[in-house]
């Protein structure tokens, strides 16, 4: 493990510990930086430490609390799937919220946050870690497995972006099992190379951005974008998330993917 991917894996620990865990809200403010930018359904948010504080403890409940479910940090990142619930204070009402989240870090700090939710219809995350000691985070130096998939997932975006879709078949296991955009479902090889090898005739224009691939351990996160030129309300532009991938014997088998709203992207 590096040194900066141990201070970033330990302050997140840290912030999990003795802020979501004990509800301690004004503890938040040694884990944020002077500035945080927030990139979410909301738009893109840039607060200083202040104004994020005064946000935190005049909203947040009590009862507000994350769990982590899976983790992928690499250097200044980390990746992780949650669940978060919370009681709103007027209503009475519990409410649930699933998603990805991509935090960056500054000297131990949260500094930069990209946050994407799941569907509230299709519920919680299935066949991810639980404990800690399943993480997934990187090593100094990166192990074979890591190199192996680091150049795996340039081979996917490259696909993505050329629509070489034959490329695929070296990538993924058959079926890969997929957590969203919707249910939980198989899905075999040959409709995912038909869907990559058509998008131009669906979305005629269309691009592919990755601008964020970190990979620890079997995993990789990525942070995506797609835009065309002509959006509709039935083919929106841009679309966006972030996903997780899980390797087994070099091929992704299974991934989690969450996205912004149709036509939302990132900045």
Not at 62 to 69: G, M, N, S, T
Request: hydrophobic content about 40%.
């Amino acid at each position: 493990m590096s040194s900066e991917t141990q201070l970033t894996v330990t302050r997140f620990a840290e912030w999990l510990d003795r802020v979501v865990a004990r509800g301690d809200w004004q503890a938040e403010a040694d884990f944020i930086a002077p500035t945080l930018i927030i990139h979410s359904d909301a738009g893109t948010r840039r607060l200083t430490r202040e104004q994020y504080m005064q946000s935190v403890l005049s909203a947040r409940p009590a009862d507000w609390r994350l769990k982590v479910h899976d983790l992928v940090a690499h250097g200044d990142r980390v990746g992780h799937v949650f669940t978060r619930t919370e009681t709103h204070p007027r209503s009475g009402a519990a409410s649930e919220t699933h998603g990805i989240e991509v935090a960056r870090f500054a000297d131990g700090k949260f500094a930069e946050i990209w946050l994407a939710p799941r569907s509230a219809e299709v519920g919680p995350w299935p066949n991810l870690a639980h404990s800690r000691a399943e993480w997934s985070v990187a090593t100094d130096p990166s192990t074979p497995e890591e190199v192996a998939i680091a150049a795996a997932m340039a081979r996917y975006i490259e696909i993505r972006q050329t629509r070489e879709a034959e490329g695929l078949r070296e990538l993924f296991i058959d079926p890969m099992v997929v957590h969203g955009p919707g249910p939980t479902r198989e899905e075999r090889l040959d409709e995912f190379i038909s869907r990559v090898a058509t998008e131009l005739d669906t979305m005629p224009g269309s691009m592919m951005q990755a601008p964020d691939c970190f990979v620890a351990g079997n995993k990789a996160v990525v942070r995506w974008n797609y835009w065309h030129p002509n959006p509709t309300l039935t083919n929106p532009s841009p679309l966006a998330g972030l996903t997780l991938y899980a390797f087994r014997s070099g091929k992704i088998v299974e991934r989690w993917q969450a996205g912004l709203p149709p036509g939302t992207g990132w900045e």
